[in-house]
């Protein structure tokens, strides 16, 4: 199995930007599909991007697209969120997550999830 730990999170100003780093120990990196998904207060957690093992077919979330980037580096270990533009309805715990299964952006089908880091985007 594979363990992720996030980083990157914290507060900003409505219209800037933060990148949240995931970094994975365990199994071998490179063949996890990797995601990242968001839960505000109150919400049931929510897809926002993802990105298959060799760092293609990338997917987002309508609400983030043209704004966040997701990308990965394999010999880092290391899938990153890159989020411009930030609003405030972005606040949220935004969770990173792996898994080896079929292609879903479904939250209950993807298998390990790191503890989460907080974004607080400020109007």
């Known amino acids: 199995q594979v363990q992720l730990v996030e980083s990157g999170g914290g507060l900003v100003q409505a219209g800037g930007s933060l990148r949240l780093s995931c970094e994975a120990s365990?199994?071998?990196?490179?063949?996890?599909?990797m995601g990242w998904f968001r839960q505000a207060p109150g919400k049931e957690r929510e897809f926002v991007a993802a990105?298959?093992?060799?760092?293609?077919?990338?997917r987002y979330a309508d609400s983030v697209k043209g704004r966040f980037t997701i990308s990965r580096d394999n010999a880092k270990n290391t899938v990153y969120l890159q989020m411009n533009s930030l609003k405030p309805e972005d606040t949220a715990t935004y969770y990173c997550?792996?898994?080896?299964?079929?292609?879903?952006?479904?939250?209950?089908?993807?298998?390990?999830w790191g503890q989460g880091t907080q974004i607080t985007v400020s109007s």
């Open positions: 997550a792996a898994d080896l299964g079929v292609y879903t952006t479904v939250p209950v089908y993807w298998n390990y």
């Open positions: 990105i298959d093992s060799s760092g293609g077919n990338l």
């Open positions: 365990g199994r071998t990196f490179s063949v996890y599909r």
